[in-house]
């Protein structure tokens, strides 16, 4: 397939340049965009950093580090009658959510890609599978907080959204081919209308940390965590540039005393002095003190007997996958291939259904529900107990 022609590349870092930008856009039928953004990597939070959009005939590059209010762009995003085409949007959907906007219409050529059973679907590998070229991807984990920005990382920034509208057209092809035009159709839908949201600030403990410490241990460190946190959003840096996560765990177990404190390494300023020492184990104290006047228990979970029933109920869960869904897996893997299945069906879902957290008639994407249901129809396997 031949290559997209190159358009003009613009970078917008005036009020002038954005209206004039956001004029030429909404008159268009499709657009494409992209985000680049930090999330607690030289920041703390979640925060916009490049907004690209591109047409067929013009590409934007809008930097709000320029003081330029970006939502004005919203209602373009947002404008049901324009397709905007993306590509592995979740988490930009999520700060877009984040900052109020709810883009429409949306289609991701990701999802195409998996749907049409591409092993690789990165924007860089489809983009070498259809087009025959090699895009730099050098300034992947650049630091898109500076400024000024590079002209490679312009070049990289445009390159996320010059080929999408193109690549779409490419995908929607062979989905006509394969009478498949309904499920991106429905996963379409899906996409403009779920919700992305943030993970709350209140919770910082894994599962292995619910299921084996004990519920003074869990107070004791799931408060530290937020306190990390909270001198990480006033000195505006990622949590783990004040400690890293095996300083929190080893404060929280007793294992890290006053003295060893100036010897531990990656300890921001703002804890490492002698006031911020002060600070953190006095807030450690606090902290022990509040879980002791609860009188949380600090008997530690029963890991022999969890990992027992554990095992029980994963020797259930697999005789029931390998009897019931398997067959269904491999009758979607038989009609539309291996990678196209582990994204309709895959292996997380079914093991949501095993255990009882869905059914089947709650699967979002009607298509998803169909072949399943068909698959097992033409299989003679019963899921009367996993339906609805």
Not at 358 to 378: C, S, T, W
Request: charge should be negative; glycine fraction near 2%.
């Amino acid at each position: 397939m031949p290559a997209p022609q190159k358009v003009p590349v613009t970078y917008v870092t005036t009020a002038d340049a954005l209206a004039s930008c956001l004029y030429q856009l909404v008159q268009a039928q499709k657009i494409a965009f992209d985000l680049e953004f930090d999330r607690d990597n030289y920041t703390y939070g979640f925060n916009l950093c490049l907004m690209q959009i591109a047409s067929h005939t013009h590409c934007y590059l809008i930097d709000p580090k320029a003081e330029l209010d970006i939502t004005l762009t919203f209602p373009l995003l947002e404008d049901p009658a324009i397709q905007k085409v993306v590509h592995c949007s979740s988490e930009d959907l999520r700060l877009l959510h984040s900052l109020k906007c709810y883009p429409t219409n949306l289609a991701d050529t990701e999802v195409y890609a998996k749907l049409l059973n591409y092993e690789r679907t990165s924007l860089g590998a489809m983009i070498q599978q259809l087009f025959g070229m090699e895009l730099d991807k050098k300034m992947q984990k650049v630091n898109w907080v500076l400024r000024p920005l590079k002209p490679e990382q312009l070049i990289y920034a445009a390159n996320d959204v010059l080929y999408l509208l193109q690549m779409k057209d490419a995908l929607e092809a062979q989905a006509a081919e394969k009478n498949m035009l309904t499920f991106l159709e429905d996963e379409n839908n899906l996409l403009s209308t779920t919700i992305h949201s943030l993970e709350p600030k209140d919770n910082f403990l894994k599962k292995s940390d619910l299921l084996y410490l004990s519920a003074y241990h869990q107070y004791v460190l799931n408060g530290l965590f937020s306190y990390r946190d909270s001198i990480a959003q006033q000195q505006n840096k990622p949590a783990h540039y004040i400690m890293n996560e095996e300083t929190v765990r080893n404060l929280a177990s007793n294992k890290i005393s006053h003295a060893e404190w100036q010897s531990i390494q990656g300890l921001h300023p703002v804890v490492k002095s002698k006031a911020g020492q002060d600070m953190v184990f006095g807030y450690l104290k606090k902290l022990r003190t509040d879980a002791n006047d609860q009188k949380l228990s600090h008997k530690r979970n029963n890991r022999e007997t969890q990992n027992r029933d554990f095992e029980s109920e994963k020797e259930r869960f697999d005789l029931v996958k390998a009897s019931v869904f398997v067959p269904i897996q491999n009758d979607i893997a038989a009609n539309f291939g291996e990678h196209a299945m582990r994204f309709i069906f895959s292996t997380a879902t079914v093991n949501t259904i095993v255990q009882d957290q869905l059914k089947i008639g709650e699967m979002k994407a009607p298509y998803k529900k169909l072949l399943v249901k068909n698959a097992a129809q033409k299989l003679g396997i019963d899921l009367s107990g996993y339906e609805q």
